[in-house]
Structures are given as structure tokens and as C-alpha cells.
């Protein structure tokens, strides 16, 4: 089983920056990618970003590219995603998870969340 806690979220302006975190537990974190989703009221979960077992590669969803990094310590088996330039339309939960590829692009590994974390970008 594993455990996944998200935290780091908040309110801030449009342009402003959050550092969200997540704190694994219960399995082999390193051997695993890793990635955020995120969930606007009234729409299905998406694919945000992830990065390999190594932390040597990266993929982002178009909508965040530019804006948003990615990066994990294996060490502290946490993952983080800066998020600068923020606009309204990334207000969502944002929640972590292991990920695999799938058609063309990826998905949840594990079938169970965390709470997620709260963004609310205002304009």
C-alpha cells in the first residue's frame, strides 16, 4: 500500500508562484515515476506533469509547459512541482501519483489518492 501526501497549495494571485509537495510512503518510491494531476470543479482529473524513476526525464501537459518544473528527491521520497506564472485556469486539487504511459500520454498507477492540495488562482 502507499501513502501519498499533498501539501503546499493555497491562494495567489494571477502570475504568482506555488511550490506544491508530496510525501510518499509504503512502497519502493524510487522505483517509480512520478506525476501530478489535477482536478478543476466540474471536470475530470488530468495529466500535469511527471518525471522518470531517475529523475532524468521530464513530460509536461501542454497547458503547463514553460510554467511549471517538476523534481523529486528520492532521499526524502518526496516530489515537488514549482508552479510559476500561475493563471486562472490552473485553479484545481492537484494530487500526486505514480504514473505509466498510455496512449500518448499517462496515467494513475496506483488506484488509491491523497487529499490533494488546493490551488486557487485569483485574476
Known amino acids: 500500500q502507499v501513502q501519498l501526501v499533498e501539501s503546499g497549495g493555497g491562494l495567489v494571485q494571477a502570475g504568482g508562484s506555488l511550490r506544491l509537495s508530496c510525501a510518499a510512503s509504503?512502497?519502493?518510491?524510487?522505483?517509480?515515476?512520478m506525476g501530478w494531476f489535477r482536478q478543476a470543479p466540474g471536470k475530470e482529473r488530468e495529466f500535469v506533469a511527471t518525471?522518470?524513476?531517475?529523475?532524468?526525464?521530464?513530460d509536461y501537459a501542454d497547458s503547463v509547459k514553460g510554467r511549471f518544473t517538476i523534481s523529486r528527491d528520492t532521499a526524502k521520497n518526496t516530489v515537488y512541482l514549482q508552479m510559476n506564472n500561475l493563471v486562472p485556469e490552473d485553479t484545481a486539487v492537484y494530487y500526486c501519483?505514480?504514473?505509466?504511459?498510455?496512449?500518448?500520454?499517462?496515467?494513475?498507477?496506483?488506484?488509491?489518492w491523497g487529499q490533494g492540495t488546493q490551488v486557487t488562482v485569483s485574476s
Open positions: 501519483n505514480a504514473v505509466r504511459a498510455y496512449r500518448g500520454s499517462y496515467e494513475p498507477r496506483f488506484g488509491s
Open positions: 509504503g512502497r519502493t518510491f524510487s522505483s517509480y515515476d
Open positions: 518525471i522518470s524513476w531517475s529523475g532524468a526525464s521530464t
